[in-house]
C-alpha cells in the first residue's frame, strides 16, 4: 500500500516514503491499543473475563489470536519508537549499535 500511495503523493525520495510508512505504522498501533482499551473497560464493566474464560472455544480462540497480534504489533513498533528519536537527531551511527 505505501509505494502505491506514496506515488499518488508524489513522495520521490526513500526519506519521505519512510515518514509515510512510520506514519501509518504510528496511526495502526495508536489505534490497535484504543481498540483493545474499549474493549478492555466494556468488558470489566459486564465482568466478563478478559482471557476467554467460560466462554466457548471459537470465542477463546478469537480472544487468544487477538493477545497474539497484540503482542506481535507491539515486538514490531518497538524497535521503531527506539530508533526513530536517534534517526531525527541525525545519530545514524548509534542505530547500528541499537539494531
Excluded at 8 to 21: F, I, N, P, T
Excluded at 26 to 32: R, S, Y
Excluded at 63 to 77: D, E, N, P, R, S
Aim: hydrophobic residues 55%.
Amino acid at each position: 500500500m505505501v509505494p502505491h500511495l506514496a506515488q499518488v503523493l508524489g513522495l520521490e525520495s526513500k526519506a519521505q516514503r519512510r515518514v509515510l510508512h512510520g506514519a501509518l505504522m504510528g496511526a495502526a498501533f495508536v489505534f490497535a491499543v484504543l481498540g483493545y482499551v474499549i474493549i478492555f473497560v466494556t468488558h470489566a464493566r459486564i465482568n466478563e473475563s478478559q482471557i476467554g474464560l467460560n466462554t466457548t472455544w471459537d470465542r477463546s480462540l478469537h480472544v487468544w489470536m487477538g493477545y497474539v497480534t497484540l503482542t506481535w504489533l507491539c515486538l514490531v513498533c518497538a524497535p521503531s519508537c527506539v530508533c526513530l528519536p536517534l534517526y531525527f537527531l541525525k545519530v545514524r551511527w548509534m542505530l547500528v549499535a541499537v539494531i
